[in-house]
């Protein structure tokens, strides 16, 4: 019986040993960017440590997740959308991140108060505009883009897209239910065409004069400043960038975050925490900024210098799990006022 034991827990060591061996980290994304896959090489070169990816939309994986339940292989679980974070930890699918590193590595206002996910980098929604048709001082908050003076010059992407919901999530969090569908019915008057397209067609709109000014992602402007397509930096040249409700007692502007989470029962959860280090910490940060051209976590780093031209901003403190919580009154309100 004492052999039998040994032998048992010789087998066990070895299985173990064996699922070291693998040495690596299994991430569910709904991240598409260029820059992860240089992250992701950059980080198994220093540590040996192997990432591997299913791609695949949120509400696939947070669904796959929960069918697979302990069994996972999935170590992380990373989107653009701290809404659809939320939405994961509800459905009970994610454990508490405590690692002092990784804490000192994060902004203080956009961490999450429970610690089931870490931003790795944000970006602003914001208003871009024409510098031929719209003066600086005609702009001043996301309300005001509801004021018929905008009638017909107003351009936007989908009620379906994450970016739009988490926007309609944090006004509706932020104004209530009644003002916030007021506002979606005076903006959804104004709209120079029905919605379509994606930021970047949002500026390029601009740019062809089919309306004056648009709700983008502030990262989107810098991948048109950037990129090697005359069409798309002349399409960035024709706007300016304007963040609303930045006067003094004001909110600030709707932000939303890129982030990890860990799965509850992670396999490989030692060299997930080895990648988040790496992911919030200044070497890769800066290389996010300036390839991805969104805003850092660290608050050592600082934007890319495209970015850094537009100037500081004063950011809306919502707590970003909101974003998740009013997900379904905000899609109530798109319903409602006709955002198509």
Request: a neutral charge; charged letters at 25%.
């Amino acid at each position: 019986m004492k052999r039998y034991l040994i032998l048992i827990s010789i087998s066990i060591f070895l299985g173990s040993c064996t699922k070291n061996e693998k040495n690596e980290i299994n991430i569910y994304s709904k991240r598409h960017y260029e820059v992860d896959k240089l992250l992701y090489k950059k980080f198994e070169e220093k540590t040996g440590i192997k990432v591997n990816i299913v791609k695949a939309g949120d509400d696939e994986l947070l669904e796959r997740l929960k069918n697979e339940g302990l069994n996972s292989p999935a170590d992380l679980y990373v989107t653009v959308d701290a809404g659809k974070l939320q939405k994961g930890v509800e459905m009970e699918l994610f454990q508490k991140i405590i690692n002092d590193k990784i804490d000192a590595n994060v902004r203080s206002e956009l961490k999450d108060p429970h610690k089931y996910w870490i931003p790795i980098t944000y970006r602003a929604r914001l208003i871009v505009y024409s510098k031929d048709r719209v003066s600086l001082d005609q702009l001043s908050t996301y309300e005001d883009l509801a004021n018929p003076k905008w009638k017909g010059r107003i351009l936007v992407r989908s009620s379906s897209n994450a970016y739009n919901q988490a926007l309609m999530s944090a006004m509706y969090a932020n104004l209530g239910k009644d003002d916030v569908t007021k506002w979606s019915k005076g903006l959804v008057n104004n709209f120079a065409r029905n919605p379509k397209g994606n930021d970047r067609d949002q500026v390029k709109a601009i740019a062809a004069g089919q309306g004056d000014l648009a709700i983008v992602n502030s990262y989107y402007i810098g991948l048109l400043l950037s990129s090697e397509k005359l069409a798309e930096i002349d399409a960035g040249n024709s706007v300016s960038i304007f963040f609303p409700n930045q006067a003094e007692g004001d909110r600030g502007t709707h932000i939303n975050i890129s982030g990890y989470a860990m799965t509850k029962n992670p396999p490989n959860k030692e060299n997930a925490i080895k990648l988040l280090e790496y992911l919030t910490g200044e070497e890769a940060q800066n290389i996010y900024v300036n390839n991805s051209y969104e805003y850092p976590a660290n608050p050592l780093v600082n934007p890319s210098d495209i970015v850094s031209s537009w100037g500081d901003f004063k950011i809306d403190n919502l707590d970003l799990n909101l974003l998740g919580s009013f997900r379904d009154d905000a899609i109530k309100v798109f319903d409602k006022t006709g955002w198509k």
